[in-house]
């Protein structure tokens, strides 16, 4: 079936750095990659929408300027934490809408803790 | 606010019995719904799905009904297997833009 990766899968930053995650489909081409963070007890809380070759579209209250998006390829989107804070630790989830069948599938997810 | 609920996060059923998981929202613009199933360390992967046109969709073991006026659907699995031990979401989506999750259940099926 198909797959979406996600790398790294965990990643521990200082206060004030910035962070890149990939999300990738590896089998498919995704013409619509999204953006989740999941809050502990708390369904995934989209963040930002992202179409190949095109600015995302960030949800209302997610700073576009602090998570960068970058969506290059139809298989490959960017989430990059810019200046990571302690309250920036989460697990972010990407996913990606498979362009044949208009499926969504989700990435493994990548856990961020900013020290 | 919670546009999709999933009011118990846990449950727990015996091997071969039914489970069933259910799942309430508040949009009724919402035209699909589908249920993922995730277990720890992995993202979800996508179970089964049913358009608000339908009110049930079987595939297998997992069927999902859907009742629009009461807002609600939900997903049985019979028989039940170990190996269905997980956690559950429900999302809804209008149009073909993103997901609503829910806060997912966490079925346990005990051998």
């Known amino acids: 079936g198909a797959v979406v990766s996600q790398h790294p899968s965990r990643v521990i930053c200082k206060s004030g750095t910035s962070v890149k995650i990939e999300c990738r489909s590896l089998d498919f081409q995704a013409t619509t990659m999204f953006w989740y963070r999941q809050f502990p007890k708390k369904s995934l809380m989209l963040m930002a929408t992202?179409?190949?070759?095109?600015?995302?579209?960030?949800e209302q209250g997610v700073e576009k300027d602090k998570f960068l998006i970058n969506h290059a390829s139809l298989t490959l989107s960017t989430l990059t934490v810019t200046s990571a804070h302690p309250e920036d630790s989460s697990f972010y989830i990407c996913?990606?809408?498979?362009?044949?069948?208009?499926?969504?599938?989700f990435g493994p997810g990548t856990r961020l803790t900013v020290l | 606010d919670q546009q999709v609920k999933q009011n118990s996060p846990s449950l727990s059923v015996q091997e071969g019995r039914i489970s069933i998981l259910n799942c309430d929202y508040t949009n009724s613009m919402f035209d699909y719904f589908l249920w993922y199933k995730k277990y720890p360390a992995e993202g979800p992967t996508f179970l089964i799905s049913i358009s608000s046109i339908k009110d049930k969709n079987e595939d297998g073991r997992f069927t999902v009904f859907l009742n629009k006026s009461a807002k609600h659907l939900s997903l049985h699995i019979v028989p039940s297997q170990p190996g269905d031990s997980a956690v559950y979401f429900c999302?809804?989506?209008?149009?073909?833009?993103?997901?609503?999750f829910g806060t997912g259940t966490r079925l346990t099926v005990i051998p």
């Open positions: 992202s179409n190949e070759g095109s600015k995302a579209t960030y």
């Open positions: 999302a809804a989506q209008t149009g073909a833009n993103n997901l609503f």
């Open positions: 996913s990606a809408r498979e362009r044949a069948t208009d499926t969504q599938y």
